[in-house]
């Protein structure tokens, strides 16, 4: 095909260029939109993701979207809660092109300082003198630690109690032989430092023998001795992880198998609880109650994981028991850990009902580790009994059947 313009200037198309860079064009769309499906069929943990793009989509609120079409269609301003004020576009405009909120330092400051993120979270639910500055973190032990080559003397063991049986006696109500709870320890080697002689580095408060796990014995006694049939695995995962050159950042994965094992060789267990230990000193951990020292306890909550709303409900239940029957600030109150910067789902998307407790900081000690073991297994067992008792079916009388 020729095209002549007024220049006299010949142009000669081609009929086959032009079929070649329409295949090519559609050729192109095919593929982009197979990698399109292809990427959103992957599981979320191998997804490609962008961290930059998540952000700014959190930034875009339902309220922020009804009032950008409410200029246009001023129906959906009627859907907006009277107090709502629309922010100006500037600032929505700097927040979405930057991801940098300026009512929140961190998100500047996350960029800027090596390891921020490993501290940061959301606050759920906030207990008393709880804040941005003070949430719950872990940070993994140098590996030396984590392979026990190096481990601390112990001290201090000579008040060690066997965990306490309660008073003598069958509780009024009981799961009889059937399980309820199930106890595990995904950072099995988490310890106390007053039990460490000669360490005063809270990242080194890791012990093969006198560990978190001590609580777990606890928490079943207190318990059974409400009825409540409990079950602790004390799987040393950190141990596995040495055995197999796995990193720290390793253990949820290293814990998944374990938890499924035991969710299937026991369908009665309804409630998961995983027990760690904070690396925040006395003063943030610690909490006078009635002239009794108690390590505080804070509930973390995986955001990356289908069951977040029932777990986030049932460690709401509870920081508002411990709070009614105790005194605000037993409970730090209940956060949220997600991003790139950490597990995001910390196993709990394996049941509805599970927990992952701080359970005090490196500097508590079992007598207070204790005590606040038993204010949860106080107020758990009342929130279990009463939503078994909702859940019980209900019982006609004969001539009703």
Request: no cysteine.
């Given at each position: 095909?020729?095209?002549?313009?007024?220049?006299?200037?010949?142009?000669?198309?081609?009929?086959?260029?032009?079929?070649?860079?329409?295949?090519?064009?559609?050729?192109?769309?095919?593929?982009?939109?197979?990698?399109?499906?292809?990427?959103?069929?992957?599981?979320?943990?191998?997804?490609?993701?962008?961290?930059?793009?998540?952000?700014?989509?959190?930034?875009?609120?339902?309220?922020?979207?009804?009032?950008?079409?409410?200029?246009?269609?001023?129906?959906?301003?009627?859907?907006?809660?009277?107090?709502?004020?629309?922010?100006?576009?500037?600032?929505?405009?700097?927040t979405l092109t930057t991801n940098i909120n300026l009512d929140d330092p961190r998100s500047l400051l996350g960029r800027e300082l090596p390891g921020f993120p490993l501290f940061d979270g959301k606050i759920l639910v906030a207990g008393e003198g709880t804040n941005y500055t003070n949430m719950p973190m872990e940070s993994a032990?140098?590996?030396?630690?984590?392979?026990?080559?190096?481990?601390?003397?112990?001290?201090?063991?000579?008040?060690?109690?066997?965990?306490?049986?309660?008073?003598?006696?069958?509780?009024?109500?009981?799961?009889?032989?059937?399980?309820?709870?199930?106890?595990?320890?995904?950072?099995?080697?988490?310890?106390?430092?007053?039990?460490?002689?000669?360490?005063?580095?809270?990242?080194?408060?890791?012990?093969?023998?006198?560990?978190?796990?001590?609580?777990?014995?606890?928490?079943?006694?207190?318990?059974?001795?409400?009825?409540?049939?409990?079950?602790?695995?004390?799987?040393?995962?950190?141990?596995?992880?040495?055995?197999?050159?796995?990193?720290?950042?390793?253990?949820?994965?290293?814990?998944?198998?374990?938890?499924?094992?035991?969710?299937?060789?026991?369908?009665?267990?309804?409630?998961?609880?995983?027990?760690?230990?904070?690396?925040?000193?006395?003063?943030?951990?610690?909490?006078?109650?009635?002239?009794?020292?108690?390590?505080?306890?804070?509930?973390?909550?995986?955001?990356?994981?289908?069951?977040?709303?029932?777990?986030?409900?049932?460690?709401?239940?509870?920081?508002?028991?411990?709070?009614?029957?105790?005194?605000?600030?037993?409970?730090?109150?209940?956060?949220?850990?997600?991003?790139?910067?950490?597990?995001?789902?910390?196993?709990?998307?394996?049941?509805?009902?599970?927990?992952?407790?701080?359970?005090?900081?490196?500097?508590?000690?079992?007598?207070?580790?204790?005590?606040?073991?038993?204010?949860?297994?106080?107020?758990?067992?009342?929130?279990?009994?009463?939503?078994?008792?909702?859940?019980?079916?209900?019982?006609?009388?004969?001539?009703?059947?």
């Amino acid at each position: 095909m020729r095209i002549t313009n007024r220049s006299g200037i010949i142009v000669a198309v081609h009929g086959t260029q032009v079929v070649k860079a329409a295949l090519a064009f559609v050729f192109f769309l095919i593929g982009i939109f197979s990698i399109s499906g292809a990427m959103t069929t992957l599981r979320p943990e191998l997804r490609i993701s962008s961290d930059s793009v998540h952000q700014a989509a959190t930034n875009l609120s339902g309220e922020l979207l009804f009032s950008l079409m409410g200029s246009e269609n001023h129906q959906f301003l009627q859907s907006l809660p009277e107090e709502y004020e629309a922010p100006r576009l500037t600032n929505v405009l700097f927040t979405l092109t930057t991801n940098i909120n300026l009512d929140d330092p961190r998100s500047l400051l996350g960029r800027e300082l090596p390891g921020f993120p490993l501290f940061d979270g959301k606050i759920l639910v906030a207990g008393e003198g709880t804040n941005y500055t003070n949430m719950p973190m872990e940070s993994a032990p140098p590996f030396e630690v984590l392979k026990a080559e190096q481990e601390a003397a112990l001290q201090n063991t000579e008040d060690f109690q066997d965990a306490s049986q309660g008073e003598a006696g069958d509780p009024p109500i009981s799961t009889g032989d059937r399980k309820a709870v199930y106890i595990y320890f995904t950072h099995t080697r988490e310890s106390y430092l007053p039990y460490l002689k000669g360490i005063t580095d809270p990242n080194q408060a890791y012990h093969s023998k006198v560990n978190v796990t001590r609580i777990g014995d606890q928490l079943k006694a207190d318990l059974e001795q409400r009825g409540i049939g409990t079950t602790v695995d004390k799987t040393d995962v950190m141990e596995n992880l040495s055995k197999k050159g796995l990193g720290f950042g390793k253990a949820y994965q290293e814990a998944r198998p374990v938890v499924e094992a035991a969710m299937t060789g026991d369908r009665n267990l309804q409630y998961f609880i995983d027990i760690h230990r904070d690396g925040y000193r006395k003063d943030k951990t610690t909490i006078q109650i009635n002239g009794k020292s108690y390590a505080k306890l804070a509930f973390i909550i995986g955001g990356e994981n289908a069951n977040y709303e029932k777990n986030l409900q049932l460690a709401r239940e509870l920081h508002n028991l411990l709070n009614e029957k105790y005194g605000k600030g037993l409970s730090r109150g209940v956060i949220e850990k997600k991003g790139a910067s950490t597990n995001g789902k910390f196993n709990q998307d394996l049941s509805g009902n599970a927990l992952l407790i701080e359970f005090g900081g490196v500097d508590n000690t079992f007598e207070e580790l204790n005590r606040s073991a038993d204010a949860l297994a106080d107020v758990f067992s009342e929130f279990y009994w009463q939503a078994e008792k909702v859940e019980a079916p209900a019982i006609l009388p004969p001539d009703k059947k």
